[in-house]
């Protein structure tokens, strides 16, 4: 289990319909002719939209970066009938459903029933994607998500690009996006909090709930699926960017609260996506706003850091 790193086009065919008084054997084949739907221009800006090769508007993918729980669904009854099976011939005394349900799955010889659950990703508690590996091999990431004594404290963090909403016959009539994903980290939220170095000033007794309080304020921001660009660099920076936390401890250690975490486009962006991440925080006293910031590059599957962390002043 690897813990996560800290620091159509649409073609119309028009045809008209053929008169012939000759047997219907002798009809002339007709081909439909086809339209080529060319891109419009922005009435706006005036300018036409990408394409791709062949003419037609080039779709950008919708990536995602979450964070929930994975969980094992069975799909259908059938499924459900052979993994009984599979938990009678193995030996499961002892064991509770969810420890019964790991440890089948987890067996090489069980790999097949593996690929037949339905995996899905909760968040918040709520249902939000059904998981599908891009590569077959990382069908084990999905199975190590899958702990024998689950907690509330168990995360993992899913990387990929999200498709359709799935048929209601893939996952027994859970109708949420599919997600194609390409990497998961799976992880305790104690786990990741102890792996974030501790400022030299700050104490462990004092560090902790401070990194505690920022991870969930930015898990418990409203409609944080990971799907959009604000909710990706938030999520990015929560399991992979220490410094975060440090200005977190310092500013509670100096009496103040965090009031704010708000992002916004950076004006650095033209050809790259990038992202200002704004960190306020006021102090109890003074009533004065200590802001600080760092930007994050989401054009791609996987964001990444621009500028590390700096005060923010408004322009």
Partial sequence: MEQPQIEVQEQTANTSP????????????????????SPQACPTCGTAPATNG????????????????????????????????????SDATGLTDRQALQKVLSQRQHRYLSRQMCWVMAIEGLETYILVPRDPADLDLLVEALRATPSPMDLDCVIGVQGPIAPPEMCNGLMVPIVVFDQIYSFERE?????????????AKE???????????????ADNAGATDEHRALNYLAVRYQAIYAKAAECFAQNSSLTGVDVAASALSGTRNILDV?????????DVDDQCFVRVDVTDEFPFL??????YYDR
């Fill in 18 to 37: 053929v008169r012939d008084d000759r047997p219907a054997t002798m009809a002339p084949s007709v081909k439909p002719a086809t339209q080529t739907v």
């Fill in 306 to 311: 621009v500028t590390k962390l700096s005060p």
């Fill in 191 to 203: 786990a990741l909090i102890k792996a974030i170095p501790k400022p030299e000033k700050t104490s």
């Fill in 207 to 221: 560090f902790a709930p401070a990194a505690e309080e920022l991870f969930d304020r930015i898990m418990q921001m």
């Fill in 54 to 89: 062949n003419g037609a508007a080039a779709a950008t993918p919708n990536y995602v970066y979450a964070i929930g729980r994975i969980e094992a669904r069975f799909p259908r009854p059938s499924v459900e009938k052979e993994f009984a099976q599979c938990t009678g011939r």
């Fill in 278 to 286: 704004i960190f306020t925080y006021t102090n109890r006293n003074t």
